[in-house]
């Protein structure tokens, strides 16, 4: 591990963005041996990738990833499979992934229905009290004036954390749920049992109801 750990330091340190992974990921990383990896998204930086290949070599895991560009050519590992498709193309990917994943992470298409969309597909293939990811759900860095500036992450950023807590208002009792705001966020979901997701639940807030109103107006 000194090796991995020796990584992890000039890893963390290069952007806000590594340094998210190592801080959220990693602790539920260090737990595995000889386990099942999946990402979504690997993009030319391959951040996430090499991360999950340093640790895949020291405690011999399997890393499967999956993106539509190919990026096959970045690593050679026997620890690494490039599967070369859409995240949502269901029956390509889930016949060449194992059954059971220890780890799976989500970064591609930043919108909330797609994000539902993967989350409900591969949870059933995420083993018990192991860890979905799903990266990208922190709008304010995109807000008007800030440092991104960008109106379509803001407004999909928002919607997918909208989402999630939706999807957990409902499936309380089936997973935990964390955020982290760091750089451009992430989500943990933490799975309890292995019961099916239910639907997302609409929250109904009192934000707005005359009793709150009046609240506010006697301050």
């Known amino acids: 591990m000194e090796k991995f750990i020796n990584f992890l330091t000039e890893f963390k340190s290069r952007s806000r963005h590594h340094s998210k992974l190592t801080n959220f990921i990693v602790p539920e990383l260090i737990k595995f041996n000889n386990s099942n990896i999946l990402e979504f998204g690997v993009s030319e930086k391959c951040m996430s990738t090499e991360l999950f290949l340093n640790y895949c070599e020291i405690k011999k895991c399997k890393l499967f990833s999956v993106d539509n560009i ?7 590992s026997d620890k690494w ?4 498709t859409r995240d949502d193309n269901f029956e390509i990917i889930s016949s060449q992934i194992p059954k059971k994943i220890d780890l799976i992470l989500l970064d591609t298409i930043h919108e ?5 969309k993967i989350l409900y597909y591969y949870y059933d293939f995420l083993k018990k009290d192991c860890c979905f990811f799903i990266d990208d759900i922190s709008w304010l860095p995109y807000l008007k004036n800030s440092e991104k500036n960008r109106f379509y992450a803001e407004i999909n950023n928002y919607e997918t954390f909208v989402k999630l807590l939706e999807i957990y208002n409902n499936n309380q009792t089936n997973f935990n749920i964390e955020f982290t705001f760091e750089g451009t966020g992430i989500c943990k979901i933490k799975k309890l049992n292995d019961n099916k997701l239910n639907i997302p639940k609409d929250i109904k807030s009192r934000n707005f109801s005359i009793k709150n109103l009046i609240r506010k107006a006697i301050r």
Do not use: G, L, Q, T
């Open 81 to 84: 499979k490039f599967i070369k």
């Open 112 to 116: 909330s229905k797609h994000v539902e």
């Open 70 to 76: 190919d990026y096959s050519k970045k690593f050679s």
